[in-house]
């Protein structure tokens, strides 16, 4: 009799094996992701918006440093120290925790109850101090040529003056910051004053006497500028003064007017002066409807960025005789004692809506 033979059965045995050599790589690729993750959250990250229902500024600074430690600071605010870990798309910042809503080699969000966007600061190291950057700074005129024209930049002791291409003069207080070798450079207030938030965060890439260069951080993020010096006049900061350009007070914060008891110290005077100030336009009479006029007044008092909006008098949409539209516009500028929105004894940015009822081509009510 040939008995049957036996052989050894060794392929659990292999699954087995399998295994343990899966799970060995597992653990070895999560640990390496770990790490990846660690390092390439490490360095300094610049900010200057965190978004809420809408964009508001954030000038700040964060250093994620190896020993998992960190310095978090929000310019003119405060300034937080702590310790921090990741772990596939969690960040703890002390007992906090955060989603990385995105991380590549120069951008990173972290997302709470707001959603913070940050860039990698690039290596640009300055050896002067704070106060000699600053010194490199006043009492200076620089100016960058590209195809859209010529744009200046001119800075006194506390204020700089922004000119681009297309005219648009704007006017803001000027600080330096220094973060290790880091070197800062931001705007905040406006021309009236310097007590709004900050806001235009650049970091410093070149600054001596021929060239000053540096990158933006912020809502509109554009490449590396760089500027020319040119001779400082004090003549041409007296120029810029006299055009009295219009320029909000905040880049952020504005309010609804209400009504016109809210923004003229005179409202009945403001609306009879529309009634009585209004000519008829000829050729208009079978012209009747709504027209709709909007405008921003800013923390002085000063009108800017009108729109208007015609109606029939079916709610339907219409274009009125540019000779009245021209005439609200023109009407609006000559009324005085226009206000902001006023709280608390301060008065910021507001939005003015006024409703103009038009029979008959004539004016004949105001809802203000």
């Known amino acids: 009799m040939v008995l049957p033979q036996f052989h050894s059965y060794k392929f659990p045995i292999a699954i087995s094996s399998f295994t343990v050599l899966v799970m060995i790589l597992l653990f070895a690729s999560c640990q390496t992701n770990q790490i990846s993750i660690s390092q390439s959250l490490e360095g300094i990250w610049l900010g200057c918006y965190a978004e809420l229902d809408k964009k508001t500024p954030r000038v700040r600074l964060f250093d994620l440093k190896p020993d998992n430690t960190y310095t978090n600071i929000i310019y003119e605010h405060e300034t937080v120290e702590g310790g921090w870990s990741a772990k596939k798309n969690k960040m703890l910042l002390d ?60 800075f006194t002791y506390e204020k700089v003056y922004y000119l681009p291409p297309n005219g648009q003069l704007e006017v803001f207080c000027w600080k330096v ?9 931001y705007y905040r207030g406006n021309k009236h004053a310097c007590n709004e938030l900050p806001s235009h965060l650049k970091q410093l890439t070149k ?49 609804n007017c209400g009504t016109m008891m809210n923004v003229n110290t005179q409202p009945a005077k403001a609306i009879n002066y529309y009634l009585n100030k209004f000519k ?3 050729g208009t009479e079978n012209e009747s409807g709504f027209l709709r006029l909007r405008f921003l007044i800013n923390c002085k008092g000063e009108l800017a960025n009108f729109d208007l909006e015609g109606m029939n008098e079916e709610y339907e949409a219409f274009d009125f005789d540019k000779k009245i539209t021209d005439q609200f ?18 008065f910021f940015d507001c939005d003015k809506n006024m409703l103009f009822k038009i029979k008959k081509g004539q004016l004949v009510d105001i809802s203000p």
């Open 207 to 255: 600054l001596n006497d021929k060239l000053l260069a540096f990158k933006n951080y912020g809502v509109s993020n554009r490449n590396l500028e760089s500027f020319t010096k040119v001779p400082y006049k004090e003549s041409d900061i007296k120029d810029l003064d006299a055009l009295n350009v219009f320029q909000a007070c905040s880049l952020y914060t504005r309010y």
């Open 95 to 154: 007992t906090i925790e955060y989603t990385i809503g995105k991380l590549a080699a120069d951008s990173l969000i972290l997302e709470n109850n707001v959603r913070v966007i940050y860039k990698k600061a690039i290596d640009a190291p300055f050896s002067q101090t704070k106060t000699e950057l600053e010194s490199s700074l006043e009492n200076t005129a620089w100016e960058s040529k590209t195809s859209q024209g010529i744009t200046k930049l001119l």
């Open 329 to 346: 516009i023109h009407l609006s500028k000559e009324i005085d004692h226009w206000i902001g929105y006023e709280r608390k004894g301060e």
């Open 177 to 185: 910051e220094k973060y290790q070798e880091v070197a800062l450079l």
């Open 280 to 282: 008829f336009v000829s």
